[in-house]
Each structure stands twice: as C-alpha cells, then as structure tokens.
C-alpha cells in the first residue's frame, strides 16, 4: 500500500500539469485513450487520425520552480506524502528492529504487525501523507480562482475534474492504510504463541499481507476446531504439531476474553462508583427531596403490610 500510495501520487501530480499544458496548446490526448480503450476491452478500434496544436510547435522553457511563486505550494505538498511514507517505512523497520523480530514465519511477527497500525507515530505519518491528496484540490481549486481567467480557468476545472477519480482512490488506499479491517488479536501475552512458527514461503513476503494471512490463519484455527485439520496442516512445520498448535491459540483466546470480560467488570464497576458517588452529592445537596424519598419509602411499606 505504502508503495503504491507514492507512485499513484506521482502520477497524479504529474498528470495534473501536463495534461493542463497539452490543453493550453489543443494537444488532446483523449482519443488515443479512446482507441486503445476499444481495442483492449471491446476488441476492435476504429482509424484514428490525430493533428496537434494545430501545426505549430510545442515549447517547455526551462524553469525553476521559484520562478512563478504560484508553484511553489505544489512542490511543499508534492513532497507530503513521499516524506511521509519515508518516515512511516522507517518507523516500521525500527520498530521490527527494536523487537528482535527478523522472521515473518514467527508468531511474534504476525502478533506486531496485527497492532502496527494502532500505534500512534503510525497514524501520524499516514496522516501527513494524506495531507498531499486533501490539500492539493483545494491549493488548485483556490489558485483557479484568484489567478487564472477566461480559457485557462476553464482548462484547470475541466482537467481537475479529470483527476477527481484518481484523487479518491488514493484516499481511499491512503484511509486503508490508516484504518485496516482485518481482526487483531491479543494473543501478546501468551508467551507460548510467539514462540511459536507458522511455513510461509518467500513469495508470501511479497504476495501475501500479513492481515490476509492471519485471516486464513483463524479461518484453518476454527476448521481445526470443528473436527478439520487440513487447513491448519498447511501453516504448521510438522504434521504432528497440528494439535499442539490449536491448543495453544485456544488457549491464547481464552486469555484474550477473560482479559476483556475482567476489563469490562473493571470498567462498569468504575461507572457504579461514579454514580454512587454523585448519588451521594446530590443527596447532600438536597436534603429535603431526602426526606421527602424517607417519607415515600415508610408509606409504601405500611402498605405492604397492611397487605399482608
């Protein structure tokens, strides 16, 4: 995700300002994209014949960047997301690093990156790089407005509209990174579990998430459970540590429930104390609707035992 969040980034911003100057000097591009649209996906292209710019000739001075102050914000937020996907890769290799962990075949490895995208320098760094993608329609948007007119403004809004696609999957990918839908577990202080070594293969490393394996992995835990081992026998080293394997993930959920079911009682015993404590208050306060409840209470029990 993290790669692919940069490149498509790239693209975008690229895409931006050269189909604007392809635009500026009627050089449209659209009907390729046409053709091989239809030979490609419907099997059959009509002849294309294409004149540009009308027969004059398309000039791109050198330049730099400072010259025209309008593109200086481009470069400030074209460079948020790259250096935000700098820092969080280095955050995560310090923090496998600062582990101990150097297999992704250990459990010790799929228990950290189930609660990688939790911690907070994580988030932080996949905001910064979200930031790019949020700012840069409105920065576009804003100078549009107060610096274009006429045929260059229509030009921006239509190739802004273009873009708008793109710019919604990359923060679409961007808001997976930052909020992953795979299940975590916490199994982390069940020692005998992250000793423990699942088989993956090298092209795992990069075929495979780590979120996707550990799903097939509950998925071969629950079979396993119900009477079918075939799935769990394939992420096991040895055959016979099938059962070993199971017993100690049951195990590390028991922990996982009783931990949050005594997290839960701790939690509304707090609520209880809060409100007992508040009860207390306003009955101190209000002495008169005390007495007034004392009344109330000795009424409903002479009734009662009239009654009886």
């Given amino acids: 995700h993290i790669y692919l969040s940069v490149l498509s980034w790239h693209s975008l911003v690229t895409t931006v300002n050269s189909r604007c100057a392809q635009e500026e000097h009627h050089i449209g591009t659209s009907r ?10 419907f099997g059959h292209a009509r002849e294309v014949k294409l004149t540009f710019n009308h027969g004059t ?57 189930w609660h990688l995208a939790r911690k907070r320098p994580y988030r932080v760094c996949v905001a910064l790089m979200s ?24 030009i921006n809004l239509s190739v802004m509209k273009s873009c708008t696609m793109s710019g919604l999957m990359l923060l679409f990918s961007l808001n997976l990174l930052a909020f992953p839908t795979a299940p975590v577990h916490f199994w982390h202080g069940c020692e005998e579990f992250l000793e423990l070594r699942f088989r993956r293969s090298c092209l795992s490393l990069f075929l495979q998430s780590n979120s996707s394996f550990g799903m097939k992995l509950m998925d071969a835990l ?76 000795n009424r409903r029990q002479g009734h009662l035992s009239n009654l009886v």
């Fill in 131 to 154: 930031a790019g993608p949020v700012l840069l329609p409105v920065t576009w948007f804003l100078q549009v407005v107060f610096w274009t007119s006429g045929n260059e403004a229509l």
């Fill in 222 to 297: 629950w079979t396993a459970q119900h009477g079918d081992s075939s799935r769990l026998r394939r992420y096991v080293p040895e055959e016979g540590d099938v059962e070993r394997v199971l017993d100690i993930c049951r195990r590390a959920q028991q922990e996982e429930a009783q931990n949050k079911k005594a997290f839960e009682m701790a939690k509304f015993a707090d609520l209880d104390y809060d409100g007992s404590s508040s009860a207390s208050s306003t009955t101190h306060l209000d002495p008169l609707r005390t007495a007034n409840a004392d009344v109330d209470d």
């Fill in 57 to 113: 000739d398309l000039v791109l001075p050198a330049a730099y960047i400072w010259d025209e102050g309008i593109n200086i914000p481009w470069i400030i937020i074209g460079w948020t997301l790259p250096s935000g996907a700098l820092a969080l890769l280095l955050f995560i290799f310090w923090s496998f690093a600062a582990a101990g962990i150097w297999s992704f075949e250990s459990a010790r490895y799929l228990n950290f990156t």
């Fill in 32 to 41: 390729i994209d046409s053709y091989f649209s239809d030979l490609f996906f």
